[in-house]
């Protein structure tokens, strides 16, 4: 398309972070070229109705014809893999080295998440998590102008459905339970990520690497302990919200091999160890929740970003008992 646009080349498009960048990258006038597993559901649909919109469909690894193709001509890139399209350090690597090979990317925002095991030598590394601290190596390494994102706990995440360690279980007196080896008091970062990845993406963009280059961004706009959650669930849904320590994750349904790993280790490094979220020096360290100021400096960089962001109570009242009606459910009737 021979718009004049910049165009903003991304992965895994119909996976909540990315397509809330490509939301608002469309609505203000970029263009996005987008790799996407499968047009089939909703959000493929949506997307690709949206102006200026190119979705891209195929599988990543190794796929070096569709990474050549995502980056023609890109200036933009933001790479937020997941693990179910396979080995993410190999993905990682070949999008970075065909980034690089392009010869136009002027910004690459990979959104990362850290290895705690290299920051104490009781703390396990998550299996999900620290394969993409391997791969912001890399990318550091062949030297793209670039930037690292951190995302938060996302808020929806939160579902009555037995899923494990989000589970706000409906009870039979109609109140709500979560269950987790979280730390009652534990200050804990959270995310929006379908309301706000994306603005603040937009932004990173538009300030550019003169402002960014090499930063890590935590992308948290709220720190609660699960207390505070669960006051916020109660006070928004009316109903009665109470937190439940338990060391031990509840899996009720089948879930992929390495997602039982990370659980088990999030035992241990949370529950047990009571390991900072955000491990790495650059980032202040809550103990807290909302009230501990380094809750309040934690989030002060994403809110500088985007102001506009949907806190907890928010998305408890508004989009929670949305998401449920969808999922067939129906407490909120
Ligand atoms: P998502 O979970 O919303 O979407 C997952 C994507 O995977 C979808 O696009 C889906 O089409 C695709 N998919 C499903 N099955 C597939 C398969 N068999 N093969 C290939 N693709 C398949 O995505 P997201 O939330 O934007 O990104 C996920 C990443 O975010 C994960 O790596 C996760 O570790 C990270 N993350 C999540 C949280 C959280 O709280 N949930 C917090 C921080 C980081």
């Known amino acids: 398309m021979t718009t004049g646009k910049k165009t903003i080349a991304v992965v895994n498009g119909t996976g909540r ?6 939301r608002v990258a469309s609505a203000v006038g970029y263009a996005v070229r987008a790799q996407i597993y499968s047009r089939t559901g909703i959000v493929a649909e ?5 102006p200026d919109v190119t979705l891209l469909e195929g599988p990543l690894l190794g796929n070096t014809t569709l990474i050549d193709n995502l980056f023609t001509g890109a200036k933009l890139a933001f790479i937020n893999t997941c693990s179910q399209a396979g080995d993410e350090v190999s993905i990682g690597k070949a999008l970075a080295d065909g980034a690089k090979r392009a010869g136009t990317i002027q910004h690459y925002v990979y959104s990362s998440m850290p290895d705690h095991s290299i920051h104490h030598p009781q703390w396990p590394a998550l299996p999900l998590w620290a394969c993409k601290f391997t791969v912001e190596n890399y990318i550091r390494q062949l030297g793209l102008p670039s930037t690292f994102v951190y995302a938060g706990i996302y808020n929806n995440n939160f579902t009555s459905l037995p899923y494990p360690l989000f589970c706000m279980a409906l009870q039979e007196d109609e109140s709500f339970e979560w269950r987790a080896p979280f730390h009652p008091d534990m200050g804990l970062p959270w995310l929006d990520a379908e309301h706000d990845v994306g603005p603040a993406v937009l932004q990173i963009f ?3 690497p003169a402002r960014w280059n090499g930063h890590r ?3 948290t706009f709220e720190v609660l302990s699960p ?3 669960c006051r916020l669930f109660a006070r928004a849904l009316n109903r009665p919200c109470r937190y439940a320590h338990d060391p031990k994750i509840d899996i009720h349904v089948s879930i992929p091999a390495g997602y039982r790993e990370q659980l088990e280790r999030i035992e241990v490094l949370f529950g047990q160890m009571k390991a900072p ?3 790495g020096p650059e980032f202040p360290r809550p103990v807290e929740g909302a009230k501990d100021p380094e809750s309040q400096r934690l989030v002060q960089e994403a ?3 985007w102001a506009g962001w ?3 109570e928010e998305y408890a009242r508004e989009v929670f008992p949305v998401e449920e009606e969808a999922n067939g459910l129906d407490w909120m009737n």
Request: overall charge positive; aromatic content about 6%.
């Open 17 to 22: 972070q990315a397509a809330s960048l490509i």
């Open 206 to 208: 538009k300030d550019g």
């Open 217 to 219: 961004i935590a992308l």
């Open 46 to 50: 949506e997307l690709s109705q949206l």
């Open 310 to 312: 949907r806190g907890m």
């Open 227 to 229: 207390k505070e959650v």
């Open 277 to 279: 979220y955000y491990p």
């Open 303 to 305: 809110r500088h970003l």
